[in-house]
C-alpha cells in the first residue's frame, strides 16, 4: 500500500495527466469544428459512419489495454459524439418514450450529444427521418430470439430511406413493479420483449393477462401509474419511472440481442468492411430462389441473413430480405446484384453500410 508522499505524487500525476488529455480533446472538438465548416461549404453530412468505423477499427487494434475495448469505444463514441456536434446539431429520431431499448441504441451509435427526437411507433420513426424532421432514424430489425421486426421490415420496402449502419444492443430484460404492488393483473410490455420472456412468465405468472404497449418504456409508464400492472422493460426505466425490479434477465435465451439500422437520407460510402441489405422477390418459375441466389455463391460473397416475408399484393405471395457481406460500391458485389436484378421480380437495395463489430 503507497504511503502518503507516493500517494500524493500519483495523484498529482493524475492531475497533470487529467489536464493534458482536456487540452487535446478540445483540440480535437476545435479541429472538428473546422471539419464540419468544410463539410458545410460542400454540402457534406455532419455523421460520416464509414469515416467513424474506420475511426473505432483504428482505436481497437491499436489498443495496448489495460483499458477493454469496450471501454475504448464507449470514451472515444463520446468524444466523437461531441465534435460532431461541434460541426453541426445532429438530430435523430427513436422509438419513445425516454428509456427504450431504441434509445440505448441511438446512443450506442450517435452517443449523447445529439438531439434526441421521440418517436410515438415504429411507423413515425421512418415519417419523421423522411419528412426531415430528423436527419436519421434509428429502428429495429432483427432480434436474435424472435427474428424479424415485421413492422419495420413491412416499411423498409415502401421507404426512400437508405440504411447507412447498424448497431447490435445485448437486451436485458427486466420484471418491474410499483413500490406498492398489488396482486399482478396484467403484464405489460412490447410484443417483441413479451415473445422473448415468453416461457419464463409462463412459469412464474401463469394466467397473468399479457398487455402489449408500443414500447418498453411506455409499459414501464403503464406501471408507474398501475400498482396492479407489471412491466417487462430495461433495469434503466425502473430508474427513470421509480419502479423496483423484481427480477433481472429474463429472457427465455441467453444473450437475447436485437440489431438496429441507421437509416437516412443518403447512403454510407465504403468503410473496407461493409454489408449490404437488400429486398428481392422471385418470379413464380420453378427454382426461381435459386437463380437468385447463384451469383451470390459464384462471387464468392457470403450471406450474413435471408429471411421471407408475405407481400401485400397478393396470396402466398412472398419477398425476401438478404445481408449479404460487402458494399454496393465492390465491383463483385454490383455484379452480382445486376445478376440478381435480371432474374428477380423486384429488387430494391436498402444500403450498404459499416458492419457492427
Known sequence: MPDEKTLETLRSRID????????LINDRIKTAAEIGADKAARGEDVYRPEREAEVFRRLLELNPGPLSNDAVRAIF?????????????????????????????????????????????????????ES???????????????????????????TPLKACNEVELRVAHCLLAHPDATKPEQIAGHE?????????????????????????????????????????ASS????????????????????????????????????????????????????????????LARAGISMTRIESRPTRSGLWKYVFFIDLEGHVAEPKVEAALKEIESASAYLRILGSYPQAS
Not at 497533470?16 to 487540452?23: G, H, N, S, V, Y
Not at 435523430?92 to 418514450?97: D, F, I, K, N, S
Not at 450517435?110 to 411507433?121: D, H, T
Not at 426531415?132 to 420496402?157: H, I, K, M, R, Y
Request: glycine letters at 8%; proline letters at 4%; aromatic letters at 4%.
Open 16 to 23: 497533470e495527466i487529467d489536464l493534458k488529455l482536456l487540452d
Open 236 to 295: 434503466e426505466t425502473a430508474a427513470l419511472y421509480g419502479l423496483e425490479i423484481l427480477s433481472r434477465d429474463i429472457a427465455d435465451i441467453p444473450g437475447n440481442t436485437t440489431r438496429f439500422l441507421v437509416l437516412a437520407a443518403e447512403a454510407a460510402a465504403p468503410s473496407g468492411k461493409d454489408k449490404t441489405s437488400l429486398v428481392v422477390a422471385n418470379s413464380d418459375e420453378a427454382g426461381s430462389l435459386l437463380r437468385l441466389l447463384e451469383p
Open 132 to 158: 426531415g424532421d430528423a436527419q436519421f432514424g434509428v429502428v429495429p430489425v432483427e432480434n436474435s430470439t424472435e427474428g424479424g421486426v415485421n413492422a419495420t421490415l413491412d416499411l423498409l420496402v415502401e
Open 192 to 232: 417483441q420483449a413479451l415473445a422473448q420472456c415468453r416461457n419464463w412468465l409462463g412459469n412464474n405468472y401463469a394466467g397473468v393477462v399479457l398487455a402489449p404497449q408500443t414500447s418498453t418504456a411506455e409499459a414501464a409508464r403503464a406501471v408507474a401509474g398501475d400498482p396492479g400492472t407489471l412491466a417487462v
Open 77 to 129: 463514441g463520446e468524444i466523437i459524439s461531441c465534435a460532431r456536434s461541434a460541426e453541426a446539431p445532429v438530430r435523430v429520431a427513436a422509438l419513445g418514450p425516454r428509456g427504450t431499448f431504441s434509445e440505448q441504441a441511438t446512443h450506442k451509435v450517435f452517443g449523447k450529444q445529439i438531439m434526441l427526437v421521440e418517436a410515438a411507433s415504429i411507423k413515425e420513426v421512418f415519417r419523421l427521418t
